[in-house]
């Protein structure tokens, strides 16, 4: 009816936005069908993945509040601008999850990769996977017949090359936990539109990045500041979007959106979460609150007679286990470690404690 469908047009933001981003989802996926074949795949132990649908990496669950979108549009209008776009925050404070929903709502495919020290110039670009021998048959004479042993080296793309050529969202975790060195290549990508494959050979040793590439690159700001300084060459090409821990309500409707737990737990698991992170000297990041909430949808039934009435004595337990492996860290050797260590967690615990009461 003609009453429909001018109410419809009417329709404005999130509606019209994921009307849109539905029907690019649905054209990148034919995309994908079409290209899967042809596409080197290096998903192995990696956890890096080319080529994802972009609906496959829309974290499950992801809440929207006005504070996630007003960041993640931050993030999608940098890369409509043409800007590569890096997160830096703090451990545990979404940019993973902001970063996938803002590369998802571009609707292009996505590939993502994780950073760490074995991330090489090889590992982005792509490498030769050994070489494929086959044989061929001429029969040049009747009756005679010679065979020829060829040998035929095999290049298989990596993450950096498949989304260049591909136009895809990269997703890049972890950055600055990579070898400086290997990002090399991304100078060029970022400044004159190619990407350089050391170590292949041929014509097609570069590639002329797709306009519709975009980049979104995350670090933890203790990592960023620390060991694995990138070049300031590259960082300049890079806007840099912070992010923080969100709002207490944001971190409530997270913490609820992960774990089924009444409302008055919740608030407590958020409240004592945001009061431990202004207290400890550890970080306590939104992922804390959720594993926190997590242990006390299984100890608080067991423990409490009504299973909303928290006692501060089991708050204390779950957080220390929770925050533990933050405090059991690297000792200089004296040979007491185990003692040491215990120390350690005992005196997170009375933190805790204190901070709680
Ligand atoms: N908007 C959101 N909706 C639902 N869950 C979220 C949201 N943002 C973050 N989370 C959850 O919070 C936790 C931490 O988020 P995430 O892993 O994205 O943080 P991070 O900053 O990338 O962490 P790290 O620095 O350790 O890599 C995850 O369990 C994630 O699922």
């Not at 004296?334 to 260590?341: C, L, M, N, V």
Request: glycine content about 8%; overall charge negative; proline content about 4%.
């Amino acid at each position: 009816m003609a009453e429909d469908s001018s109410r419809k047009r009417k329709v404005r933001g999130r509606k019209i936005r994921s009307d849109r981003s539905g029907k690019a989802s649905r054209k990148a996926k034919k995309e994908l069908a079409r290209k899967a074949s042809s596409t080197g795949k290096r998903n192995g132990d990696s956890g890096d993945s080319p080529l994802e649908d972009p609906r496959e990496v829309v974290p499950q669950p992801f809440v929207e509040t006005d504070a996630v979108e007003s960041l993640r549009g931050r993030i999608t209008g940098w890369l409509e601008a043409d800007q590569p776009v890096h997160l830096i925050g703090p451990t545990g404070c979404g940019k993973t999850a902001l970063a996938l929903s803002a590369a998802a709502e571009r609707g292009r495919p996505v590939v993502w990769l994780n950073g760490d020290e074995s991330v090489d110039t090889a590992a982005l670009v792509g490498d030769h996977a050994g070489g494929e021998r086959y044989k061929e048959d001429d029969r040049f004479v009747g009756g005679v017949s010679k065979q020829t042993e060829i040998v035929r080296e095999r290049w298989v793309d990596n993450p950096l090359s498949v989304a260049v050529r591909e136009g895809a969202t990269l997703v890049y975790n972890e950055f600055s936990r990579s070898d400086p060195a290997a990002h090399n290549v991304l100078l060029s990508v970022f400044e004159e539109g190619v990407l350089e494959r050391p170590g292949k050979r041929g014509e097609d040793r570069t590639i002329d990045v797709h306009p519709e590439f975009r980049a979104i690159v995350t670090s933890n700001d203790v990592e960023y500041a620390g060991v694995h300084r990138q070049q300031d060459a590259l960082l300049d090409r890079f806007v840099g979007v912070r992010v923080d821990y969100y709002d207490a309500e944001t971190e409530r409707e997270i913490v609820r959106a992960h774990v089924d737990l009444p409302d008055e737990v919740v608030e407590t698991v958020v409240e004592t979460t945001r009061t431990l992170r202004d207290d400890l000297e550890v970080v306590v990041g939104t992922r804390a609150a959720i594993t926190a909430a997590r242990g006390l949808s299984v100890f608080d039934d067991r423990e409490t007679e009504d299973g909303t009435t928290l006692d501060d004595d089991l708050l204390t337990t779950v957080f220390t286990d929770v925050l533990a492996p933050k405090v059991a860290g690297e000792r200089d050797g004296d040979g007491d470690e185990d003692d040491a260590r215990a120390r350690d967690v005992e005196d997170l615990r009375t933190s805790i404690a204190d901070a709680i009461s």
